[in-house]
C-alpha cells in the first residue's frame, strides 16, 4: 500500500505537466490545482481502501488525461442551458416559462445600461418601480390598481400580512393547498398572522359556512384556486361574486389566490375553460394574486391586482422592500405584458402559450424531422420512430389534463434506456426526457425547431462513444 501510495505523483508534477495543455491554457492555476488534488485524493482513497489497482492507473498520462477531465468539468458554468423533451410545458425544474425573445432583448439591454428604474423621466425627479408595468397591468386586466413582487409566494404573504395580520381569514376546507417547494396556505397564513379559519368539508363549502364564520375577529375571505389538484364527485364551492357579495356586507375584503394567473382563454386548445385574470377582477374581488412565469409566460414575479385603496395599503406594507422585484424582471415583464395588446398574435408571440396553441400536426412535424435527421446518424445501434404522446401544461396548473402531443421513441439495442437517459442528460447542451415502458420518449410539443439539430448530433456523439466502447 505504502509503495503504491508513494508512486502517487505530487501536485507540482502534474502542474507542470500540464502547463503547456492549450486546452486549460485559459484557466486559472488555482483551479487547475482544485482539479489535480479531486483525483490524486481519489486514487489515494482507492488505494487506502485496499481495492485493486490497474498497473497503469498511477502513471502520468493516465492520471492526466483523468485531472484534465476533472479541471474542466470545474470550469464549466453550473448554470446551464438545457433542452425540453419532457413535455412538460411549465416546468418548474427546467425554468418554468421561456421568454420570448422581446423579452430577452429588453433584459439585455436592462443589464447593460442605466435605465429609468426608478426616474421619472417627464419631471425630471424620483419615479416609482412600480409604476413602469402598473398601467399595463391595469389596462389588461380591468383593475384599478397593480404591484408586482418577487413571486406569488411573496404576493400571498404580503397580501395576507397587510390584510389579515393578527385576525382570521377564512378559506374553504377544500383550498387549503401545498403547491410544492414547500408553499402551503397554512403555512404562509401563520408566517403573516393571519388565523386560519377553514369553513366547509372537503368535497363541499357553502356560502352560509363562510356567513356563519364571519365574526368581529375576521378580516379577509380568502379564496385560493385548486391549480395542482383537482376535487371531482360531489362537490360545490361559491362562486365569487356570492362571496363579494357577502364580504361587502360585512365590511370584508375578499382575496384569490390564482396561482397561475392566465389572461387568454386556453379552452380552444383542448384545455378546460379556467376563469381568467380579467374574469376574476371583474367579479369584483378586492385582490387578486398570480405567478408572473407560469401561464403568463414571462419572468418568475408575483403580481398582486385589485381595488386601488388596498393596492396601496401593500404597497406600503414595509415587507414590500423586502419583495421587490428587480430591474431585470421589470423590463422583461413589461416586453411580455406588452404583447397581450394584441390578443391576435399573442399565443404565436409567447413561447409558453405557443407551446400549448400548436397544432398537433406542427408537432408531428417535429417529430418526423427528428427523425429524419436521426436515420442518418443513429439507427446502426438504435430503433427510433414518431409515436403520439400526452404532454401537460404543468406549474400546477391543469394537473389532470393532457395535450394531445407526438414525440420521438428511441429503443437502443446496446445500451440500457436508463444509460442512454443519463448520456443525454450529461451532454455539453443536456436534454432531458423521460421513460416509459423501457423506451426513451423525446416530446416534441416543448422543444423547437433549432434544438432538433442539437439533439440529433448529441445522440450521434453518445451512440459513437458507445459504438466504439463495443
Ligand atoms: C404556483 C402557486 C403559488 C406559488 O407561486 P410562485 O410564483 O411559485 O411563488 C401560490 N399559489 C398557487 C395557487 C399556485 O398555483
Do not use: W
Not at 397587510?162 to 378559506?171: F, M, N, S
Not at 432538433?452 to 462513444?465: S, V
Request: aromatic residues 4%; proline residues 4%; glycine residues 8%.
Amino acid at each position: 500500500m505504502h509503495k503504491l501510495l508513494r508512486q502517487i505523483p505530487s501536485v507540482d508534477e502534474c502542474l507542470l505537466a500540464l502547463l503547456h495543455d492549450e486546452i486549460l491554457a485559459e484557466i486559472p492555476a488555482g483551479l487547475l490545482k482544485k482539479g489535480i488534488r479531486v483525483v490524486l485524493e481519489a486514487q489515494r482513497q482507492e488505494i487506502l481502501s485496499g481495492k485493486e489497482i490497474a498497473a497503469d492507473a498511477l502513471t502520468l498520462p493516465v492520471l492526466l488525461s483523468q485531472i484534465k477531465a476533472a479541471i474542466l468539468a470545474l470550469n464549466q458554468p453550473r448554470f446551464r442551458r438545457v433542452i425540453n423533451a419532457t413535455g412538460v410545458i411549465i416546468h418548474t425544474n427546467l425554468g418554468r416559462s421561456v421568454l420570448p425573445e422581446s423579452a430577452a432583448l429588453v433584459l439585455a439591454q436592462a443589464a447593460i445600461n442605466y435605465s429609468n428604474l426608478e426616474f421619472d423621466l417627464a419631471a425630471g425627479k424620483r419615479g416609482s418601480r412600480y409604476a413602469l408595468v402598473e398601467e399595463l397591468l391595469c389596462e389588461l386586466s380591468g383593475a384599478e390598481a397593480a404591484l408586482v413582487v418577487n413571486n406569488n409566494a411573496a404576493a400571498v404573504l404580503i397580501a395576507l400580512d397587510t390584510l389579515a395580520k393578527g385576525k382570521e381569514a377564512i378559506v374553504s376546507r377544500g383550498q387549503l393547498v401545498e403547491i410544492g417547494g414547500s408553499f402551503r396556505i397554512p403555512e404562509v397564513m401563520a408566517r403573516s398572522g393571519a388565523k386560519l379559519v377553514e369553513v366547509g368539508a372537503t368535497n363541499r363549502t357553502h356560502l352560509k359556512d363562510y356567513q356563519q364564520a364571519i365574526n368581529a375577529e375576521t378580516g379577509l375571505l380568502l379564496k385560493v384556486h385548486t391549480s395542482n389538484y383537482r376535487i371531482i364527485g360531489f362537490t360545490s364551492a361559491v362562486s365569487n361574486e356570492e362571496l363579494v357579495q357577502l364580504g361587502h356586507e360585512h365590511n370584508l375584503p375578499v382575496m384569490e389566490d390564482l396561482g397561475s394567473g392566465c389572461l387568454v382563454d386556453l379552452s380552444p386548445f383542448g384545455l378546460e375553460k379556467e376563469p381568467t385574470v380579467q374574469e376574476v377582477v371583474a367579479s369584483g374581488v378586492d385582490v387578486v394574486t398570480f405567478s408572473g412565469d407560469k401561464l403568463l409566460g414571462g419572468p418568475q414575479a408575483g403580481i398582486i391586482l385589485g381595488k386601488r385603496e388596498i393596492i396601496e395599503q401593500i404597497k406600503k406594507n414595509p415587507l414590500n422592500r423586502a419583495l421587490r422585484i428587480d430591474k431585470f424582471t421589470l423590463a422583461s415583464l413589461e416586453a411580455v405584458l406588452r404583447l397581450y395588446r394584441d390578443p391576435i398574435t399573442v399565443c404565436e408571440r409567447i413561447p409558453t402559450l405557443q407551446m400549448i396553441s400548436a397544432p398537433l400536426a406542427l408537432v408531428g412535424q417535429r417529430a418526423e424531422q427528428l427523425v429524419a435527421l436521426l436515420q442518418e446518424r443513429i439507427s446502426k445501434f438504435c430503433a427510433v420512430q414518431t409515436v403520439d404522446t400526452l404532454a401537460q401544461v404543468g406549474g400546477g396548473a391543469m394537473p389532470e389534463q393532457h395535450l394531445a402531443s407526438r414525440g420521438v421513441e428511441l429503443r437502443p439495442s446496446f445500451m440500457r434506456v436508463s444509460r442512454l437517459e443519463k448520456e443525454l442528460r450529461s451532454l455539453a447542451v443536456p436534454v432531458i426526457g423521460r421513460i416509459e415502458d423501457d423506451r426513451l420518449l423525446l416530446d416534441m410539443r416543448t422543444v423547437r425547431e433549432d434544438e432538433l439539430i442539437l439533439i440529433a448530433e448529441g445522440l450521434e456523439q453518445i451512440f459513437q462513444r458507445g459504438g466504439e466502447a463495443l
